[in-house]
C-alpha cells in the first residue's frame, strides 16, 4: 500500500525545520547504506549522531505516533530515528531496495523494514526533478508531493529518487517496523479500519459496528507479534 499523508507538518512546522536544517554541516549519504546502495546513491545526509538529527528526528516520531491515519496503516512496532537527506546539482539514488534490517543508532537492537516513510520537506515548484519513484506489481508511480506531506509505502519495493536538476530537494526519511509484518495484511486491516470508523459515524455503535470491530481486532490479534 502506498499511502500519501497530507500536512503531515504544517507550513510553519515545514518552515522552522528548514530554517535549522539551513545551516546544517551535511555529510556524504553513502555512510547508511551497504554496497548496493553506495554503488547508486549520490546525495548528502545529516549525520544520524548529530545533536539537530536528533531533535528534529524526535520531533517528527512525537507527531508520528499521534498521527491516527500512520497508525493505521503502519501498524507500528518500532522506527528508527528519522533521517534527514539533501539533493541538489544532479544528485540521485538509483533503483534500490532498503536494506531489511537496520541496527538502531546507539545500541543493539534491530529493526526489520516494512514500511519506508518519505517527509516531504521543500515545496515541489522550488526544484526540478527529484520524484520518488516507487516500483510495485501495477508499475511505477512518482511522488513529489508538497511541503509537510508524508508518503508511506512498503519497504520491499525497488524505488529509487530521479536527479534534481535544479535547486535543493530536503526530506526526512525513516523505517517503520511494523506489528504486521505482510504488505497485504495491513492492507486488508487499513481498509477494514477505514471502513468500521465511517459505519460508526453513519450508524453509531450498532451490533454489526461492534462485530465489525470485534473481527478487525482478532484479526490484529492473529496477524500481529510483538
Ligand atoms: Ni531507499
Not at 518500532?78 to 544528485?91: D, I, W
Not at 511505477?140 to 509505502?153: F, M, N, S, T
Not at 526519511?173 to 470508523?197: A, C, G, H, Y
Request: net charge negative.
Amino acid at each position: 500500500m502506498m499511502l500519501q499523508i497530507r500536512e503531515f507538518l504544517n507550513k510553519s512546522e515545514v518552515a522552522q525545520m528548514r530554517q535549522m536544517l539551513a545551516t546544517a554541516d551535511w555529510s556524504d549519504g553513502r555512510a547508511t547504506v551497504g554496497p548496493q546502495g553506495a554503488l547508486v546513491k549520490q546525495n548528502r545526509q545529516l549525520p544520524t549522531d548529530s545533536p539537530l538529527s536528533r531533535q528534529l528526528g524526535e520531533f517528527i516520531l512525537q507527531k508520528l505516533y499521534q498521527h491516527p491515519q500512520f497508525l493505521s496503516a503502519a501498524l507500528p512496532y518500532r522506527t528508527v530515528p528519522p533521517l534527514f537527506n539533501s539533493y541538489s546539482g544532479g544528485e540521485h539514488y538509483g533503483l534500490h531496495v532498503d536494506g531489511a534490517i537496520r541496527i538502531l543508532p546507539g545500541s543493539t537492537l534491530s529493526l526489520r523494514t516494512d514500511v519506508s516513510s518519505t517527509l516531504f520537506l521543500t515545496e515541489p515548484e522550488d526544484y526540478d526533478g527529484g520524484e520518488l519513484q516507487v516500483m510495485d506489481t501495477f508499475g511505477a508511480h512518482e511522488v513529489k508531493l508538497p511541503a509537510g506531506d508524508l508518503i508511506v509505502y512498503p519497504s520491499s519495493s525497488l524505488h529509487q529518487v530521479k536527479p534534481v536538476t535544479r535547486g535543493e530537494r530536503v526530506c526526512s526519511f525513516f523505517w517503520t517496523q511494523s506489528m504486521v509484518k505482510d504488505d497485504q495484511q495491513r492492507t486488508m486491516l487499513f481498509e477494514l479500519d477505514r471502513n468500521i470508523q465511517t459505519l460508526r459515524q453513519q450508524l453509531g455503535d450498532s451490533p454489526e459496528v461492534l462485530s465489525l470491530t470485534g473481527h478487525y481486532h482478532n484479526l490484529l490479534r492473529q496477524w500481529s507479534y510483538l
